[in-house]
């Protein structure tokens, strides 16, 4: 790696690249009607401060999550780490940004996608 820096040290990127290679990535096709409700009702939680997403535990609906048996829900608490670290991402961007950028998009997509999968099983689990 190091031998690849020293490579290309004395490079100059040209400014129009340069410029294009920092603006993030779009998505021609926009936003999934259903995610970007999922994303204002996520962002509203946290703001709200139902959510804190450095307290897995604030994204268990616990009428749920308590009857659950034990190996359920060190399955639930596994799946609330991957879920809480995706949402920090969101939230990180989302306060940069206030839009639905592409990186957003795909956040929002894979978390949506992972508690539907989850929540089939288990029942309605998070409270998101």
């Known amino acids: 790696m190091?031998?690849?820096f020293e490579q290309h040290k004395d490079v100059i990127i040209d400014p129009k690249t340069q410029k294009r290679l920092n603006e993030?990535?779009?998505n021609e096709t926009g936003f999934n009607k259903g995610h970007e409700e999922f994303?204002?009702?996520?962002?509203?939680?946290i703001?709200?401060?139902k959510l804190n997403t450095h307290n897995s535990q604030t994204l268990y609906n616990h009428a749920?999550?308590?009857?659950?048996q034990e190996q359920e829900q060190e399955q639930a608490d596994l799946t609330a780490i991957n879920l809480m670290s995706?949402?920090?991402?969101i939230e990180y961007l989302w306060k940069?940004?206030?839009?639905?950028?592409?990186?957003?998009?795909?956040?929002?997509?894979?978390v949506f996608q992972?508690?539907?999968r989850f929540e089939e099983k288990h029942g309605d689990v998070y409270i998101i």
């Open 2 to 4: 190091q031998t690849i």
């Open 114 to 116: 992972m508690k539907s």
């Open 24 to 26: 993030p990535l779009v």
């Open 39 to 45: 994303l204002k009702a996520v962002i509203a939680k």
């Open 47 to 49: 703001e709200e401060g």
């Open 64 to 68: 749920v999550y308590d009857k659950l």
């Open 86 to 89: 995706m949402i920090r991402q």
């Open 96 to 110: 940069n940004d206030r839009r639905a950028t592409f990186q957003i998009q795909n956040l929002v997509e894979t």
